[in-house]
């Protein structure tokens, strides 16, 4: 039947979700790219269809009234199953067209991506693929946001909302320089030497920055050094800047060229599981299926 005239649009109500969410109307406009100014428009507009206030502002943030709670209640069993159904649109069109999202964490993307993409091109010729290589967090929040239609991450922390499935193991490694004083073979490091020594770590965000927070916790002076991307981490340790902790994959080349050195570590797991993950509210499209069953094959093949 027709909706009822003052019906609200589901981008103001998703809004008020937001306000709920956030406890501040200025935070709530930039989750949404819009000014504050037009926020607050756009609340009020919404407060006069349905004739409620729905808002306390103070200088402190904004509070959702006794109305405005449980409007948010009941905006919420409209606003998601809107997102799924776009997010199914999103992916029917995609499959129709032939076109494959993927978003992956920068190890992953970098030293695996590839040629799992090449074994599913041969499969599929049609197909076009793109790929956006990102920190762990960043490949979730894409998820999340529909832009993305597979994703493949490295840090260790359970995702409401998506469906996980390991596609391979990964071995971390400490290394330094030739020259450094971890590099003279005087034995294994204790997790209390790698946690207070001069390291070189990707930001916060990050698969392998989160694998070595839940090893070792909070390190006793930071990072020496943080930077966004592996080969900068890479070149800086060669340079003499400190040591770091990289997957195996990453170092293979210059370990085996005497270019880093690597450092044994006593008494904790540097192990990590890389996971393909996708929305939970729908299943795989057909092409996302291929790639996952070439990424968990070529997994059970390297660790054979």
């Known amino acids: 039947m027709p909706l009822a005239p003052g019906t609200p649009e589901l981008a103001d109500l998703d809004l008020l979700l937001s306000v709920e969410r956030l406890g501040s109307l200025g935070r709530a406009a930039r989750e949404h790219g819009i000014s504050q100014p037009s926020a607050s428009a756009r609340i009020k507009l919404l407060e006069r269809r349905l004739g409620l206030e729905l808002l306390d502002r103070s200088p402190s943030g904004s509070r959702l009234t006794a109305a405005g709670a449980a ?31 993927v978003a992956a964490s920068m190890t992953i993307a970098e030293y695996l991506m590839p040629r799992w993409l090449v074994a599913l091109r041969r499969e599929r010729p049609e197909l076009t693929v793109t790929l956006r290589a990102e920190n762990s967090h960043d490949v979730v929040e894409l998820l999340e946001a529909g832009e993305a239609d597979l994703g493949f991450i490295e840090d260790p922390a359970p995702h409401d909302g ?51 927070h839940r090893v070792l916790g909070e390190l006793r002076e930071g990072p020496h050094l943080e930077l966004s991307s592996t080969t900068a981490i890479k070149e800086a340790v060669v340079a003499g800047a400190g040591a770091a902790v990289l997957s195996a ?20 797991e540097l192990t990590r599981r890389l996971r393909a993950v996708w929305p939970r509210r729908s299943a795989p499209a057909p092409h996302a299926e291929a790639l996952l069953r070439i990424a968990v094959r070529a997994g059970r093949a390297s660790a054979e």
């Open 71 to 101: 409007v948010a209640e009941w905006a919420r069993d409209v606003v998601t199953p809107a997102a799924d159904l776009m997010a199914n649109v999103a992916a029917l069109r995609d499959r129709a067209s032939g076109l494959l999202r």
């Open 249 to 268: 994959l990453a170092v293979e080349h210059e370990l085996r060229t005497g270019q880093l050195v690597r450092v044994p570590v006593a008494g904790i």
């Open 162 to 212: 998506l469906t996980e499935l390991v596609v391979a193991d990964d071995e971390l490694a400490v290394v330094t320089a030739p020259g450094h004083p971890w590099s003279n073979g005087r034995g294994p490091l204790t997790p209390g030497e790698l946690a207070a020594g001069r390291l070189v770590l990707r930001e916060r965000g990050s698969g392998t920055r989160e694998t070595l």
